[in-house]
C-alpha cells in the first residue's frame, strides 16, 4: 500500500503540472484572440457612433444611442451599391476559374501518367518562388497589347489558366485518392473526364474547398490588381472603393467604419460557415503539421 501511495504521488504531480500547462496555454491563446478582435470591436463600434463619440477617452465601446443610419448614409455618399456588385462580379468569376483549373490542371499531375509530368510539377513549384512583383510590368504589357486595360478581365482572366498554390494544394490532396477507382471506372467505360468530374471532384470536397476560400479571399481582398488596371469610378472594388471613400471623408470616421464594416462582412461570414473546410483540407493537404 506504501508503495502505491508512493508511485501515485508523483502520477499527481505529473497529471496537476499538464492541467496547468493546458491552463496557461488557453490562457495565453485567450489573451491573443483578444488582442486581435479588440481593434475589430473598435470598428463595430465606432460605426454605430456620431462623429463626435468617436475618439472620447476613455473609448466608449458601447454607443449611447446607436446609429444604424450611418450604414444607409455611406450608400449615400457614394455609389457603395455599385462597389458591392463590381467586387462580387470579379470575385466569383476568378474563384470560380480558380476552381475549375486547379481541379482540371492537378487531376492531369497527379492521376494521368505521360511523360515529363514531374519535370513540369516542378517548375510549376518553382513558379511559387517568383513574386508577382517581378511579372507585374511584363504582365500589364501584355494585357494593354490586348485591350484589356480598363476592363475587368485582368482581375478574373487570369484565374481560369490556373494558380500554381492551388494546382499544389488539389494535386497533393487527389494524390491521396486510390487509383483503383479510376481503373474500376476506365473498366465500365468511362473517359478521363467523366472520371474527373464524377469520381475524383466529389471525393475532393474539402481540397476544393480550401481553393474556394483562398480564391475568394485573393480575389475579394485585392487591392494592387484594381488600382492598376481599373480607372474609372464606376468601375470601382471594395478595397478601391474603401479608399476613395475615406479619401472624400476622412473626417468623418463613423462613416469610414461604416464602410469598413460593410466590406469585411462577407469575409466574416465566409470564415464561420467554411472554417471546418478549410481546416481538413490543410491537413490532408499536406499543408498542416501531422
Not at 471613400?245 to 469610414?256: D, I
Request: aromatic share 16%.
Amino acid at each position: 500500500m506504501g508503495a502505491l501511495a508512493h508511485g501515485g504521488a508523483p502520477r499527481r504531480a505529473r497529471q496537476t503540472k499538464r492541467i496547468l500547462g493546458r491552463l496557461a496555454l488557453h490562457g495565453v491563446m485567450i489573451l491573443l484572440g483578444l488582442t486581435f478582435l479588440l481593434p475589430m470591436a473598435w470598428v463595430v463600434s465606432t460605426s454605430l457612433k456620431s462623429s463626435g463619440e468617436v475618439f472620447l477617452l476613455p473609448i466608449q465601446w458601447v454607443p449611447s444611442s446607436p446609429r444604424w443610419s450611418n450604414y444607409a448614409e455611406v450608400f449615400n455618399r457614394l455609389p457603395f451599391g455599385r462597389f458591392i456588385l463590381n467586387s462580387l462580379y470579379v470575385t466569383i468569376m476568378g474563384t470560380v476559374g480558380a476552381v475549375v483549373s486547379a481541379i482540371t490542371v492537378a487531376y492531369g499531375l497527379s492521376r494521368i501518367r505521360w511523360p515529363g509530368r514531374e519535370f513540369v510539377f516542378t517548375i510549376l513549384l518553382a513558379t511559387l518562388m517568383l513574386p508577382g512583383v517581378v511579372t507585374l510590368i511584363p504582365v500589364f504589357i501584355i494585357f494593354k497589347s490586348i485591350g484589356w486595360i480598363g476592363t475587368f478581365l485582368p482581375l478574373w482572366a487570369p484565374a481560369w489558366f490556373g494558380f500554381a498554390f492551388y494546382i499544389f494544394l488539389m494535386r497533393q490532396f487527389m494524390m491521396s485518392v486510390p487509383l483503383e477507382l479510376d481503373e474500376a471506372a476506365k473498366i465500365d467505360g468511362a473517359s478521363s473526364f467523366r472520371i474527373l468530374w464524377q469520381v475524383i471532384a466529389p471525393l475532393c470536397g474539402p481540397a476544393i474547398a480550401t481553393v474556394t476560400i483562398f480564391a475568394f479571399l485573393h480575389h475579394y481582398n485585392d487591392f494592387l490588381g484594381p488600382l492598376i488596371y481599373i480607372a474609372e469610378n464606376d468601375m470601382f472594388t471594395l478595397p478601391l472603393g474603401l479608399l476613395w471613400f475615406q479619401g472624400r471623408f476622412g473626417n468623418f470616421w463613423h462613416l469610414v467604419m461604416a464602410a469598413s464594416v460593410i466590406t469585411i462582412a462577407p469575409v466574416v461570414l465566409l470564415f464561420f460557415i467554411a472554417q471546418r473546410y478549410f481546416v481538413q483540407g490543410a491537413q490532408f493537404s499536406g499543408l498542416a503539421g501531422r
